[in-house]
């Protein structure tokens, strides 16, 4: 989040869960999934709590089961920066309860991964995948991830599909209730529009979130 002062709103979603049923349920010591490991260990983060991600507890037995926990998924959202990973789980949940059949494609990206994908169209030419070296794309950082949406198990790749667009509007609306102007931003907007990227840079310089992911550390942090 780049350093400030941040509160939880009454309102305030965690893991998918509202803020109070969110510590019942980790109070609870009920069976907690990877995906809300992942949310609870930001969210004791955000409250200045030392919280170990393999101690904590499970959800308890009312929290919402989706479909979109599948063993990919789970993967994708574990390559990811904790805060970012709980910002894409929320989002997959919102997209799932509004019927989108969406899966998560790719999360992290290292810098060699990153090389490959710039040099393809290039070395040879033809269609490029990336205008991003290696170091200069929030994938490097676990900060992005890629969605696929799906109808009738048919894969749509089309990125101008108005499905397209309702997952970009609902990534755009999703947050943890912290104050604060950042959130998901969606590729669908950019000049050269990439539908199904979504990414979180909490309002820092690409130079500095590489730097501290370099340095080994963190790339966001709270009083």
């Not at 049923?21 to 200045?48: P, R, S, W």
């Not at 904790?82 to 919102?94: D, E, F, K, R, T």
């Not at 030419?125 to 994938?139: F, N, V």
């Amino acid at each position: 989040m780049g350093g400030g002062n941040y509160s939880l709103s009454a309102s305030a979603m965690i893991g998918g869960l509202p803020v109070a049923q969110y510590v019942q349920a980790v109070q609870a010591m009920g069976d907690l999934t990877e995906v809300l490991k992942i949310g609870a260990f930001q969210f004791f983060n955000q409250m200045g709590m030392t919280f170990s991600r393999t101690s904590l507890p499970a959800v308890a037995a009312n929290a919402p089961t989706a479909s979109w926990r599948t063993p990919r998924n789970l993967a994708v959202l574990d390559s990811l920066d904790p805060y970012v990973a709980n910002l894409a789980a929320q989002h997959l949940s919102q997209m799932t309860e509004e019927g989108l059949d969406v899966r998560l494609t790719e999360g992290f990206r290292s810098y060699e991964t990153q090389d490959k994908y710039y040099s393809k169209g290039r070395t040879p030419p033809g269609r490029t995948i990336t205008d991003a070296r290696g170091g200069r794309s929030l994938h490097n950082f676990g900060l992005a991830y890629d969605v696929a949406i799906f109808e009738r198990g048919a894969y749509l790749r089309d990125g101008a599909d108005g499905r397209y667009q309702q997952a970009g509007e609902l990534g755009e609306g999703v947050t943890d209730g912290l104050d604060g102007p950042f959130g998901l931003e969606w590729g669908g907007r950019w000049d050269k529009p990439d539908a199904s990227h979504f990414q979180f840079d909490g309002g820092l310089r690409l130079r500095v979130i590489r730097e501290r992911y370099e340095a080994g550390k963190p790339l966001f942090s709270t009083p």
